[in-house]
Each structure stands twice: as C-alpha cells, then as structure tokens.
T-cell receptor
Framework: NAGVMQNPRHLVRRRGQEARLRCSPM?????VYWYRQLPEEGLKFMVYLQKENIIDESGMPKERFSAEFPKEGPSILRIQQVVRGDSAAYFCASSPPGGRFNEQFFGPGTRLTVL | ELKVEQNPLFLSMQEGKNYTIYCNYS?????LYWYRQDPGKSLESLFV?????AVKQEGRLMASLDTKARLSTLHITAAVHDLSATYFCAFFYSGNTPLVFGKGTRLSVIA
C-alpha cells in the first residue's frame, strides 16, 4: 500500500516563475492537507481540501498561491511568480474519510528553492 | 491565538541518559500527536494521544497527555544514537482549525 506521494522532491525556480507541486494521497484517503516548513521551524498549515472542494484555506497567502484537488488526479499546489521567501519544504498529508480529526499521513515533501 | 510551545528546542544528550521534552498548547484539545523528522525527510507519526491521562510507549520513547494542564511530554529512556532527530508535537483544537505544530526539538544523542 503506497504512502502519500509527492513530486517533484526538489524544485528549483527563478524569481517570477511558477511552481507546481503535486500530491497523490494514500489509497482510500479523500482528505488532503498542505503544510509549509521554513528552515528551523515547525510545519504551518496552508490548505485543506477534499475532492473538488477547498474546505479550509485560512493558512494560504492571499496572493500567488492556489490549490486544487480535482476529481481525477493529484492535488496541486500552485505558486505563481515565486519570490525567495517561498523557498521552503512543502508537505502534503492525507487522511481517510470520516473528518479532519483522523490521523494524517505525510508525504516526503517537495523542497522548493527560489534563486 | 492557537500555539504550541516546545522545550527545549535543542537538546544534546549522552547515550544512556534520560530526558523529557515538553509540549504546552494554548487551548483545549483532546488529540495530541508526536512526530519524528530526520534531516531532509518527511514526518513519521510516533504517537497519537486521545484523552486525558493517556500514556503510550514504544521502545525507548514514552508519551503522555495531561489535558487539564494542556501539557504533553515525550520521555526518552536510555538514549541511543538512532534517536537523533527532530521531534514535533502537534494538536487539534476542538473545532474547525487545522493541525497546529510546535517548532520542534532537535535531539542529538552523542556517545
């Protein structure tokens, strides 16, 4: 049973480019969460999605960031016009149906570096 | 404000010694998690504590939860080098808020 998958594992972008991060949840999981981890920090919640719905985006910056979880395919976190401050590790987690209080399982993360 | 405070943030301990990491959280919660993260890796779930007084043990690690004090502890017994990692606690507020993480405790076990 494959775990949460994320790709790419490492992503380098120049300022002003777009970054697309992908997350495939564990089989049977319908809840996806995105977190950002800055160096020497804990994880900060960004957005919580279910299939075709954004449930909670209270942690997402208002500009340049967007997320989706389509009916088919992985969840995508999109960062437009990246800036150096976007450099971080982005983790996706998934949990099974039954509500957000189910335990979350984390993917390996995507480490974004903005030059 | 929802927040989690862990201490210490950095811990260097000798092999064979015992130590405790503390996790204070700011509001009512009946669900507390401990995770381990190795450098450059993802988070590995260690413990889920679901009720006041809960205690769980796995190998040299033991976690406990006191919901009245809003405190969880992670106790390390007879540390070994393989335990070197960063340990995070995280909790859910009983509402519609997301998982809130502490800053982590970076543990280094030395011979």
């Amino acid at each position: 049973n494959a775990g949460v998958m994320q790709n790419p594992r490492h992503l380098v972008r120049r300022r002003g480019q777009e970054a697309r991060l992908r997350c495939s949840p564990m089989k049977g999981h319908s809840h996806v969460y995105w977190y950002r981890q800055l160096p020497e920090e804990g994880l900060k919640f960004m957005v919580y999605l279910q299939k075709e719905n954004i449930i909670d985006e209270s942690g997402m910056p208002k500009e340049r960031f967007s997320a989706e979880f389509p009916k088919e395919g992985p969840s995508i976190l999109r960062i437009q016009q990246v800036v150096r401050g976007d450099s971080a590790a982005y983790f996706c987690a998934s949990s099974p149906p039954g509500g957000r209080f189910n335990e979350q399982f984390f993917g390996p993360g995507t480490r974004l570096t903005v030059l | 404000e929802l927040k989690v405070e862990q201490n210490p943030l950095f811990l260097s301990m000798q092999e064979g010694k015992n130590y405790t990491i503390y996790c204070n959280y700011s509001t009512t919660s009946d669900r507390l998690y401990w995770y381990r993260q190795d450098p450059g890796k993802s988070l590995e779930s260690l413990f889920v504590l679901l009720s006041n007084g809960a205690v769980k043990q796995e190998g040299r690690l033991m976690a406990s939860l006191d919901t009245k004090a809003r405190l969880s502890t992670l106790h390390i017994t007879a540390a070994v080098h393989d335990l070197s990692a960063t340990y995070f606690c995280a909790f859910f507020y009983s509402g519609n808020t997301p998982l809130v993480f502490g800053k982590g405790t970076r543990l280094s076990v030395i011979a």
